[in-house]
């Protein structure tokens, strides 16, 4: 990590860290800052004033415009990610927008870099990481830039925006209605799924043009495309504004991300003093290195042409945050398929020399790789199925990360080696058939012996094998983490072909050398180690927030998926250690050495000489007063009232409740919030009559055949199920203006979601036209006297703390923190719906 500077050391067209964190202190000073709340109001009016004085300090060549964007209405539906079958909804959303433009090149206002992150945050955080952080850096950049754009031949847009917590809208509703989006050539999206670290790039493209130049310019240049591949392929839950730019606007550019200690991610813990020296200094360099070397370029100006002729991707990742190697997929793909070729030849090659006999051999191998894989992922999964068993909470380990080395680590190795060595035994047991059929043995050697150093070979080529067939899919399916393969082929055959391989059929085996496997992992371990480690940290600060649908999952699951992760990573790369350690005088102390490891972290676990959570590494829970009017119909309703505790942490909540009166838990208190269902949970129904009134129950009301009238009572942050099996398609109206017209809208389990959230001055009354779905009743719904099923689900949200939730969080253990989403409803949430009757 770079150090920090001040101002007087990085000068005023330079980037301080030190100036840069005052921001983050004064934005986290105002507490959560969610949409609607006045404490945004506060941040805003805030960086609005920070831009003003950078407007008023910038060189005199240079033109810096400041703009306080109100959005209108409006609503994104996008196709993929998190995001299907929902369309997101959104009024009066306020934005600083800062222009910077030099004043001589007249065209240099129509072609404009943005640079884009959000002010607000979730209901249970002040953000210091999501993302005031990257809000300090984006002022300390502009200011730093406003007095280098003289030399510029684009203009750069800062975009300050809010909404992105409730749906990615702030960006939405800049591209879709500000004058200044027109001119964006390339975006540039900063976010924060942690806190502090190196920002690294997990997202770029699709043009080449962005990565590549960053790659030339960047002073601690981090990112890697293997991060992008799990994020594209959903293996990563999570959506940033880049996906408006992307997919919306058509833009390509970078995504930036802090995720180091990813645990605290939209919880409490989200604080300054998690902010690791030289964060910020790490991205504003980096940032400012960038613009300096794209701000200049002319080939903006023909980038949007250069995509049209077709778009070569780019396949990038860094060398030890010191280097970046950036390629082209074009390059990627004669690369790699010269590498099959010659591989499959050598093989081929090898194979016509060695005869039958090599031919089992090479199988038996693989054999081995099979067994190896099947053992190590077997182990480590008997521990993930028995840990909810013998622990306190079924994953042990959140606060103490290095426990998964003992928990998952030593099992997945002994499953490896063990599964290996089965394919050891039989290689040896054909090795020595073969021996035995040859006439001479011209070795003073043993036929036992050899088999058994020809085994060891032969276990060393299978890992050959394995990484050319991931070679070769990833190269089939464009896998842009691909390169890992290739390196971790390339460097130990080139290792085995120097030290190892002769050209005569007749020779005698011998030990391996251990130059070969020093050779053969320094540049495997050069280029992955350090995104493995990354890799596993963040799949563990995943398994806090894993259970999407509370309850919904078995206890284990989390813990197979975390076992499984890692169990993955020691088959790929320790394949070629295993097979030295066979003839291995220390293989039994290898054995002994990971049997006690994991003995301790078991007896650790059983014990609770570690605690599982901490103050600082918190389980998330949430804690919502829940007024339910669902089944109520007419003037006069009924209405019920419990408060509900529940944790997307796997595990259950008996030790959460044990200060906490009339509290019961169980798989039967189910609650269904329209955009997920609670199926496990704690309720009470316990002094649940204050802190709320008849007057804020929402209402859905039938006022022809085709409308209904809602009325979220005052609520601006709302969110409402549709039944596709019902409802063809609607549009949505919120005081005079269309929200959401008429079109193709998806759904998912044949519900659509519309997920609203709006300023303080927001609509609260809406009225909803349907068109409905042409389908006639089965023939068992028509013969029930009254089928009914819902036909709109309604929650509306209220960021308000009732008496009985502040009681009950204040009683609640130190290490329980709430943890807040788009989809979380607010501590107090109301519930209704609409049932309709299929046989009338």
């Avoid at 986290?28 to 506060?42: C, I, K, N, R, Y």
């Avoid at 600060?541 to 813990?559: A, C, D, K, M, T």
């Avoid at 009950?808 to 107090?828: E, H, I, M, R």
Wanted: net charge neutral; hydrophobic share 45%; glycine share 8%.
């Amino acid at each position: 990590m770079p150090l920090p500077l001040h101002a007087e050391d990085a000068g005023k067209r330079g980037f301080a860290e030190v100036e840069a964190m005052k921001h983050v202190e004064a934005l986290t000073a105002f507490g959560p800052h969610p949409v609607g709340s006045h404490e945004l109001d506060q941040a805003i009016k805030y960086v609005w004033a920070v831009a003003e004085d950078i407007k008023k300090t910038a060189h005199w060549e240079v033109d810096v415009q400041v703009d306080i964007f109100h959005s209108e209405p409006g609503a994104n539906t996008l196709g993929s990610g998190l995001f299907v079958g929902k369309t997101l909804a959104y009024s009066d959303l306020n934005h600083v927008v800062l222009r910077i433009v030099p004043k001589h090149d007249p065209k240099a206002e129509d072609n404009a870099i943005l640079i884009s992150s959000h002010i607000d945050t979730v209901f249970t955080t002040s953000g210091a990481g999501d993302c005031s952080s990257c809000i300090a850096v984006m002022l300390e950049l502009a200011r730093g830039v406003s007095h280098w754009a003289h030399g510029f031949k684009n203009a750069v847009i800062f975009l300050f925006n809010t909404g992105e917590e409730e749906g990615l809208n702030g960006a939405h509703s800049f591209i879709t209605q500000h004058p200044w989006s027109s001119t964006v050539r390339m975006a540039v999206d900063l976010e924060a799924m942690g806190i502090g670290g190196k920002s690294s790039i997990f997202q770029a493209g699709p043009h080449p043009l962005a990565i590549e130049k960053f790659a030339l310019a960047a002073k601690y240049p981090s990112g890697q495309i293997i991060a992008q591949d799990l994020f594209s392929a959903g293996l990563i839950k999570s959506a940033t504004d880049f996906q408006i730019y992307r997919e919306v606007a058509g833009l390509s550019g970078l995504d930036f991300a802090y995720v180091d200690n990813s645990v605290v991610y939209h919880t409490k813990n989200d604080k300054i003093k998690f902010l690791k020296p030289g964060s910020l200094q790490h991205l504003g360099e980096n940032m400012l290195s960038f613009l300096l070397q794209i701000a200049p370029s002319s080939q903006l100006r023909i980038l949007e042409a250069d995509e049209k002729a077709g778009i070569d991707p780019a396949i990038y990742f860094d060398l030890l945050g010191s280097y970046m190697i950036v390629y082209r997929q074009t390059f990627a793909n004669m690369l790699y398929n010269s590498f099959i070729l010659q591989s499959v030849l050598i093989w081929t090659t090898s194979l016509l020399m060695g005869g039958y006999s090599a031919v089992i051999s090479l199988v038996l191998s693989c054999l081995s790789i099979i067994l190896m894989w099947i053992c190590s992922l077997g182990f480590s999964a008997l521990v993930a199925f028995i840990l909810p068993l013998i622990s306190s909470y079924p994953l042990p380990y959140i606060a103490s990360p290095w426990l998964v080395v003992g928990l998952f680590g030593a099992p997945a190795f002994l499953g490896a080696l063990t599964g290996q060595h089965f394919g050891y035994f039989i290689l040896q047991k054909h090795i020595s058939r073969s021996l035995s059929k040859r006439k001479e043995n011209p070795s003073l050697f043993p036929k036992a012996d050899l088999a058994r150093l020809e085994a060891e070979r032969w276990l060393f080529k299978g890992g050959f094998i394995q990484w050319l067939i991931l070679l070769i899919l990833g190269n089939y399916f464009k896998v842009g983490a691909s390169y890992l393969a290739l390196v971790w082929l390339a460097g130990p055959a080139f290792a085995y072909g120097l030290l190892e391989a002769t050209l005569s059929p007749s020779r005698l085996p011998r030990p391996l050398k251990m130059a070969t496997l020093i050779l053969s992992l320094t540049a495997p371990i050069l280029v992955s180690a350090g995104q493995i480690i990354r890799l596993t940290g963040t799949i563990i600060g995943i398994g806090v927030r894993f259970s999407r649908n509370p309850g919904s999952n078995p206890e284990w699951l989390g813990n197979l998926f975390v076992a499984g992760s890692i169990a993955v990573f020691i088959c790929l790369t320790f394949v070629y250690l295993l097979s030295y350690l066979h003839l291995s005088g220390s293989k039994r102390s290898i054995v002994v050495t990971a049997c006690m490891i994991f003995t301790l972290s078991i007896i650790i676990v059983i014990s609770g000489m570690v605690a599982p959570f901490t103050e600082d590494t918190a389980r998330a829970v949430n804690v919502v007063h829940v007024v339910d009017a669902t089944g109520v119909h007419g003037e006069k309703q009924e209405v019920s009232s419990y408060v509900s505790m529940f944790s997307v942490t796997p595990g259950k909540l008996s030790k959460e409740v044990e200060h906490l009166k009339g509290f019961t838990c169980g798989r039967e208190n189910t609650t269904d919030f329209v955009t997920f269902s609670v199926k496990y949970s704690c309720l009470t129904q316990e002094d649940t009559k204050s802190g709320w009134s008849e007057s804020d129950v929402p209402s859905l009301t039938v006022t022809s055949d085709k409308k209904v009238s809602i009325d979220t009572k005052g609520s601006t942050r709302w969110t409402l199920g549709i039944n596709t099996a019902e409802i063809q398609d609607f549009k949505l109206s919120g005081g005079t203006e269309e929200i959401i017209s008429f079109g193709k809208k998806s759904s998912v389990d044949g519900w659509h979601t519309i997920q609203f959230s709006g300023g303080k001055n927001a609509p609260t009354k809406f009225e909803m036209t349907l068109e409905w779905e042409k389908i006639s009743a089965t023939k068992e719904q028509v013969a029930s006297a009254k089928v009914k099923q819902p036909l709109l689900k309604l929650r509306t949200d209220f960021n308000r703390v009732t008496p009985v939730v502040k009681e009950v969080l204040d009683k609640l253990p130190p290490w329980c923190a709430q943890f807040g989403k788009s989809t979380s409803p607010f501590n107090l949430a109301f519930l209704a719906d609409l049932s309709v009757e299929l046989n009338q």
